[in-house]
């Protein structure tokens, strides 16, 4: 990265030496110093260069301001977030293999925290004995996976660009299933971030109970910095990202293969011993029975764990060149990285026979960490590195979230903000929409990942199933090279995941799946609600033909309304009089007395241009001055009225409260009348900055 | 009060029969019907009547929106607060002695309910023998209301034009006292609103405890009531408040006045039997000790009870005249009244030798109530008529605060906001922020009358000794007919009012008074620092010469930034060229691809207006703007340039969410800039309210 620096540019500018505009162009664009037509726009030197045709092309310099509050914000921003990158410095941002196995498989290798854990708490309540069903479980989950991952390799390669679900069920099954997995989408998204965080922070809450009454505002705290660190850009947050999730890896590898070797080669890694309360207390909840139903709840539970396969697949884009091949080595990698973390993991709870505490004190990963390798510095890393990529899973999202997001702004189902990238290159309007979200779920649910966790996977399986039923219909319509091959792995994992999906709604529905049921198709209502407003609007706003030549408006109806009788005032009226030959001053009295005073006052002092009195016996400004124009309107329809107000610029932003709000109100009633341009005089206390406030 | 509505007026508006607009002055300025000069205006005529010299006078119309959402609003107005008044019919909203006197005395009158409880709940400390002191302690505290009484008649016969503590205290003592005086006022009418309404609360929930865990929403929710009433003005809300202070007023005095007759005619009245475990929870607080500081404590308790005495000479302008006279009637009214519930009431306490409920589940007023009237309906009359007073009591300082806030803003030192009146005549800024404030405070203190009351009374005791000592120096100086008489009155109510300041301070500080003794200077601090603001703002404005004849501006320089080639850009371009020979528009481009297709496209459209094409690799569009700006004012410092900004008018407020921010953004950095005029262009969709948008 390599975006030029004033500092390093200052002695350039001031350098006597050489010409800088053209050593700058020299530099940039290798054109000859001998170009004379440059010196053509002097002023424009220090900020701008010359682009093709002639056209500036703004400078860095542009973009930092230099003085006022304008340039604390500024200070702020450049320490929260960086300096500005250029368009030019795009390719640069772009990750590396490493990084973005850390940033895209962060989500699904941290499920492995919790997964193994998840379905046997659904299987202790049919009793101890059902735990044998953890390894079949894990092996059916781990064979889905490399399913989905590889339908999902296929996908990649025929999206290079991007093989988000709502793209991948836009293109092949129509506008309306594209909708459907972009809220599911977006809706899982914002779970995800709550979900991790929360279970992030409950780690952090179990080895520090003291933390635990300011557990919300710890996770907001880290939705905060995630936010921060996104809106660095998209290299930054990998590098941040990296360490946590290389350490979980590497760590939780350690434990599996010391595990392995002294179950397997020494044979004395022994069994857990299950405090008695335990015991009682699992007895006391377990039905003893083992239905399809509790297996499959259980499955469902584990399922959990294939969320944020398809992460990779979105952010195809993002990848060095060449970007398909690296994103599907990538996948391979995080899917297999991840399924032998869930299979070790599962192996070993059953090898050591741990039962999950029924009072949540410790998680069966640490359980397991203990019996492995004791409670000594080992245990504390894999705590941590527990912790923090739980936390960081939520990082995925801030990927995924602001990128979907862009896709529906430029297809004009979200708000155009999403589609514009910030001074980073990053989405800021989908990341400052993601962070509030987030944090509006973990204030509303009290950081509480119980109360979460049901609202989560169901989106991700239908979008999953979308975007591979899609991906069965391309491969069928095109017969591209391969199709033989890719689409039967296609119709594998469509009808897989398919299955997964009602599975989860059945098993999960009443325990909260339904939310997602009901706030799904709300949020599709709102996106077609919002592109048909938009397709309205542009249908009214297009020039439908191009108009000859030079078009003038009518020549406006100029009114200046006036308070005093003040330097705001006469600086407003000399405007006036500058674009038009017969502005008219109104004033809005509220008494007769200082009717009369401003009229006497006037004959003396702007004596030429017009003065209209309006006594207002209801004390009322606005609606009076309206009546006024709508009065003046009537005579003359075909012209605009051009209202010249005068405002008082305070020294101060704060001071702005102890001046009239009335221009403001003014400005908000008039900015709805047809036919009516607002022009705001402001008038500038003589100061350090400038010049005298009027022209 | 009779507003013309505009439903009277319809018929004679389309009437073909007779000239509207003469009718209309016929009646109403008496001239006669063949005066044609009126003609000349004919647009105006619906809505504007002719003042002298020929100014418009606004009418009720002009005030009353008639489409979109203003009307909407218009109407939840109207229904909350009622139509607008006009200032001719200011003279009409004054109010009768009966009607101040429920104003004005609530707050005073209101003590009673709790000032003998207050007293009791201190002297308990040192045992229940010292309860035979209530007696003398009531009566110096009566004596003491004599005295501040008297002194305040005093008071309003000399400033017939309202004798606030504020300007007494200015005008005599000089502009620090007078600050000192308003900071104290204006902090104790806000705890005056807390107090009051949380003691009302309180009672409600003591007769209905299942309402305590909406205490907080309850008393908000009187605030608002309060709000409403107040800003219907002042007429009104005297009707709405009547009724509870005499119900009040006349049942405690029944109370009494059948307690004495049982007392001291039948003999048959009894005493009051204590539970014994509240007997217990008194011995086992009691010290047993009679100190000099535990009957001062008392007697501060007790004091609160002056607390209100003043607001009768705060209103005397909103008697019906002879003001002053009718002011003095009230307040030895109030006065009279007030001293003889609280007599009556502390004399019944000693008769029946009540004591406190250590639990503060029952007040003694209704302990006394049981006890004379049994547990009746005549219970229950009481129990509410000090419920409502209670809650009601807080609307005295609905009409101190506001216009004390509206006396300052007239001397600078509150913005000026709180000087307007709207359109009901009563000051609304001031309304509103005393029921934020208020709410605020019963936010944070959760409705509790315990924390509360520490802070009470202390301001007030100052108030009251700065404007009668205000009193004597005037006296003294201007020896006004009378002055022999007067000067003592006030300095023996000046001495005795500052006697208990420092009794009150000393006896409440720790508990709560510092936090007084701590905002009031930086509340003075604060309203020297608008004062001094509000003069160097008036000194730079002001107009030291009158210049003669017009003034035209240069002519200045117009740009106009062009986001896309649409109508609302053609239009904007359009008026540049009605206002200016040479505009600019400028196209701030992302891209080099974007600047190519605007300049082809520019060429074959707008050819005859210039174009700069600005390429931003940053994506930033106002940095570049405002450099390309400075420097093309570099070039041309003398002429200021006037930004035209097209902007889309959407159907629906909130339609405006999806049109991008930027223009806002803009203009909000533009106000800033010196020799910069902003013209916002609005292009509205041809619609059924009007014609096509562009001019």
Do not use: C
Not at 20 to 35: Q, S
Request: hydrophobic share 50%.
């Amino acid at each position: 990265m390599s975006a030029r620096r004033p500092s390093e540019r200052a002695p350039d500018d001031e350098g006597p030496r050489i010409d800088p505009l053209l050593e700058i162009r020299e530099k940039h664009k290798g054109l000859r110093p001998g170009d004379v037509r440059v010196k053509i726009v002097r002023p424009f030197e220090a900020e701008f260069e010359r682009g093709v045709e002639g056209s500036l092309v703004a400078s860095e310099r542009t973009v930092l301001d230099r003085s006022g509050w304008t340039a604390t914000l500024r200070g702020i921003r450049t320490v929260l977030i960086g300096r500005p990158i250029s368009s030019f410095h795009e390719q640069h941002e772009r990750l590396t293999k490493v990084k973005a196995l850390a940033i895209f498989s962060s989500d699904n290798i941290s499920s492995s925290a919790y997964a193994t854990e998840e379905m046997m708490r659904i299987l202790v309540l049919a009793g101890i004995a059902s735990f044998s069903l953890v390894m079949p479980i894990t092996l059916v989950i781990a064979l889905i996976l490399a399913i989905v991952a590889t339908s999902y390799r296929q996908t990649i390669k025929a999206y290079p660009n991007g093989a988000s679900s709502y793209i991948v069920a836009s293109d092949n099954l129509g506008t309306f299933a594209g909708l459907v997995a972009a809220a599911a989408l977006l809706i899982d998204y914002v779970l995800t971030v709550a979900v991790s965080v929360s279970a992030g922070v409950a780690a952090v809450t179990s080895i520090a109970p003291s933390l635990f009454d300011a557990r919300v505002e710890l996770a907001i705290g880290i939705v905060f910095l995630l936010m921060i660190g996104n809106l660095r850009g998209i290299r930054e947050s990998g590098s941040i990202f990296m360490a946590p999730t290389y350490l979980y890896i590497f760590a939780i590898a350690g434990i599996i293969g010391w595990g392995l070797i002294r179950a397997l080669v020494l044979h004395d890694l022994g069994t857990f011993n299950a405090p008695p309360s335990w015991v009682l207390a699992e007895q006391a909840n377990a039905t003893g029975v083992l239905s399809l139903f509790l297996i499959l709840r259980a499955f469902s539970s584990g399922a959990a764990a294939l969320t944020g396969v398809e992460a990779v697949s979105d952010g195809v884009p993002a990848f060095k060149p060449p970007e398909w091949r690296n994103a599907r080595t990538t996948l391979t990698w995080a899917a297999i990285i991840f399924g032998s973390l869930f299979i070790g993991i599962s192996f070993l709870a059953s090898a050591i026979k741990v039962v999950p505490d029924p009072y949540e004190h410790q998680t069966i990963l640490s359980l397991i960490t203990r019996q492995v390798a004791g409670d000594g510095v080992y245990f504390w890393v894999v705590q941590i590195a527990t912790t923090l990529i739980l936390a960081l899973a939520a990082n995925t999202s801030f990927a995924d979230f602001p990128r979907l997001s862009s896709f529906l702004a430029r297809d004009g189902f979200m708000p155009r903000q999403f589609g514009f990238r910030g001074e980073r290159l990053a989405f800021t309007t989908g990341i400052i929409a993601l962070s509030l979200l987030a944090t509006l779920l973990l204030y509303v649910f009290n950081a509480s990942v119980t109360a979460l966790i049901p609202l989560y996977t169901l989106g991700v399986f239908v979008a999953f199933t979308l975007s591979q039923t899609g991906m069965v219909v391309r491969w069928w319509r095109r017969r591209d090279p391969g199709w033989r091959f890719s689409l039967p792995i296609n119709a594998l994992g469509a009808l897989t995941t398919a299955v997964i999906a009602v599975i989860v709604a059945a098993t999960k529905f009443t325990s909260g799946a339904w939310v997602v049921i009901i706030m799904a198709p709300l949020l599709i209502a709102l996106m077609v609600a919002i592109r048909s407003h938009y397709r309205m609007v542009d249908a009214a706003l297009a020039l439908e033909r191009i108009p000859p030549g030079k078009e003038v408006a009518s020549e406006p109806l100029v009114i200046i309304p006036v308070a005093r009788l003040d330097r705001p005032a006469r600086q407003a009226i000399a405007f006036a009089n500058s674009i038009s030959p017969h502005p008219t001053a109104v004033h809005i009295a509220n008494d007769p007395r200082d009717a009369a005073e401003m009229r006497e006052r006037w004959s003396e002092w702007a004596g030429q241009t017009e003065l209209v009195v309006v006594e207002s016996p209801y004390r009322a400004l606005i609606g009076p001055l309206l009546r006024y124009m709508d009065a003046l309107q009537a005579q003359d329809p075909r012209r605009p009225i051009v209202v010249v107000l005068s405002e008082f610029v305070p020294r101060h932003w704060w001071e702005q409260l102890l001046h009239n709000q009335t221009s403001l109100r003014l400005k908000l009633r008039l900015f709805g009348r047809r036919n009516t341009i607002v022009a705001d005089v402001p008038y500038h206390l003589p100061g350090p900055e400038g010049k005298a406030g009027h022209p």
